[in-house]
């Protein structure tokens, strides 16, 4: 079995109570950003980095000066197998959404042209 979480798109575990799924979900967040999991490749120019997030998890060091340009693609993949859903993933209108930091992040960047303060 297998659990994907995302720290930019994951927003509940609805079968927990908001404050239950909101702990458990930065439990693994910390868990997966831990260092003993991390790959910490040296950047040299023209080099191209990609990964597969169905089986790993991608954690940014901002630790680095110098320009990035990043690139996001989405691939069609396979379709994941396992047992129907016992519950929808919005059970009622009025649930609660447990916007992520990154999401209020760029909202206040696009209101006001600054992140900070953004918490």
């Known amino acids: 079995k297998a659990l994907y979480i995302?720290?930019?798109?994951?927003?509940?575990?609805?079968?927990?109570s908001a404050p239950e799924s909101d702990n458990f979900l930065r439990f693994l967040t910390n868990w997966v950003q831990s260092p003993r999991f991390t790959?910490?490749?040296?950047?040299?120019?023209?080099?191209i980095g990609m990964w597969d997030n169905s089986?790993?998890?991608h954690y940014v060091l901002n630790d680095?000066?110098?320009?990035?340009?990043?690139?996001?693609?989405?691939?069609?993949?396979?379709?994941?197998?396992?047992?129907?859903?016992?519950?929808?993933?919005?059970?009622e209108v009025a649930s609660r959404s447990a916007m992520?930091?990154?999401?209020r992040q760029?909202?206040?960047?696009?209101r006001h042209?600054?992140?900070e303060a953004a918490e």
């Open 6 to 16: 995302s720290e930019h798109f994951t927003r509940r575990i609805v079968e927990m």
């Open 39 to 47: 790959v910490r490749y040296h950047w040299t120019a023209g080099t």
């Open 55 to 57: 089986c790993t998890q």
């Open 64 to 91: 680095f000066d110098g320009e990035r340009v990043i690139q996001r693609v989405t691939v069609m993949g396979d379709q994941p197998d396992g047992p129907s859903p016992r519950w929808q993933p919005w059970p």
């Open 100 to 103: 992520s930091r990154h999401d």
């Open 106 to 110: 760029l909202s206040h960047f696009l």
């Open 113 to 115: 042209g600054s992140a």
